[in-house]
């Protein structure tokens, strides 16, 4: 089984089982009364080998992401920013500073996906081959047995490696608004919270305007 890992994560493995291994089967559970969550069950190999790279990137991965997005390799990353926040704003609630709050609308299925493997793949070069393996071209998703769904945009909801890659592709604008030097700027994969002045809220609200995610 070691062999067959370092097979695929090599990308070394056909490029015709990419549309089956990439891709998997489609399930759509209810969000609320008028959408759903499309989930993708991917392959046994496919989810086996991205968990590998979970684990033994781990310590990267937490390195990486410290201190921006706690979606990934943070333990408790929605108590942090959710604890944080709110001492913050207690900290702050007689200034002139005002929150900036961001929850992008179906993120995981909007981001470039040309982005997010170019972003992962400078982010963690180990990664590459098998990134650019699965989300390279157009894979397949078997939707209620029957209907077949090209997946050739955003991230795969059910990969292991999804909220990293998501969280990879959003690093850039992250960044970009940090350097603003906000008084709070913390994310949990596409929901952030960005603290700062007038001013420096609508530099960032232009960045987000102007990047999204199709661009980013």
């Known amino acids: ?11 070394n493995a056909p490029a015709f089982l990419k549309r089956f291994i990439g891709g998997g089967v489609s399930i759509a559970l209810e969000k609320n009364q008028t959408s759903v969550r499309p ?9 086996l080998v991205a968990k590998c790279f ?9 390195a990486a992401f410290k201190g ?4 990934v390799g943070c333990p ?33 299925n909007e981001i470039s996906r040309e982005h997010f493997v170019k972003s992962t793949c400078e982010m963690f070069p180990t990664m590459s081959s ?50 603003l030097n906000p008084v709070y700027n913390k994310w949990y994969m596409d929901d952030g919270g960005i603290v700062g002045d007038v001013e420096l809220l609508k530099k960032a609200w232009e960045i987000i305007k102007t990047r999204g995610l199709a661009s980013t």
Request: proline share 3%; net charge neutral.
């Open 54 to 62: 979970c684990i033994g990137g781990k310590d990267e991965i937490s």
């Open 130 to 179: 098998w990134t650019e393996w699965c989300y390279g071209s157009p894979t397949m998703l078997l939707y209620d047995h029957r209907h077949i769904i090209e997946s050739s945009a955003g991230v795969q909801q059910g990969d292991p490696l999804g909220p990293l890659y998501f969280c990879s592709g959003i690093m850039c604008l992250v960044n970009e608004i940090n350097a």
């Open 68 to 71: 921006r997005n706690y979606g």
């Open 76 to 108: 408790g990353g929605v108590e942090v920013v959710a604890h944080s926040l709110r001492d913050t704003l207690k900290k702050h609630a007689n200034s002139d500073l005002g929150l900036l709050k961001i929850d992008f609308r179906n993120a995981f």
């Open 39 to 47: 989930l993708a069950c991917g392959d046994p190999i496919r989810r």
């Open 1 to 11: 089984m070691r062999r067959v890992v370092n097979y695929f994560t090599a990308g």
